[in-house]
Nanobody, 121 residues
């Protein structure tokens, strides 16, 4: 089970930190990813991190603004979002995978319920 938290309403230029707490499985076995979905749009990749935190991946539109990290002792993955823009508004989901492509929705087996992020202009 994956449970996201930390979403909310923030002004443009502000910051939020999302958390995703995992339970029920060996968290450190899984590569983790953050995706987002805006109304009327497809779910898209935002950031990913390997099982040991040694590799991270970002889509171009968040590079330099977002960071991803994980704490395997706490079974938690984080997404630090800085310099937020109105176009970052979406429901953010964390997801877990073993193998497959880091930026592909279909590679991720387990998903959280999502947390809403709204950035006002």
């Amino acid at each position: 089970q994956l449970v996201e938290s930390g979403g909310g309403l923030v002004q443009a230029g502000g910051s939020l930190r999302l958390s995703c707490a995992a339970s029920g499985r060996t968290f450190s076995n899984y590569d983790m990813g953050w995706f987002r979905q805006a109304p009327g749009k497809e779910r898209e990749f935002v950031a990913g991190i390997s099982w040991n935190g040694g590799s991270t991946y970002f889509t171009d539109f968040v590079k330099g603004r977002f960071t991803i990290s994980r704490d395997n002792a706490k079974n938690t993955v984080y997404l630090q979002m800085n310099s937020l823009k109105p176009e970052d508004t979406a429901v953010y989901y964390c997801a877990a995978r073993i193998g497959g492509k880091y930026d592909y929705v279909g590679s991720h087996t387990y998903w959280g319920q999502g947390t809403q992020v709204t950035v006002s202009s």
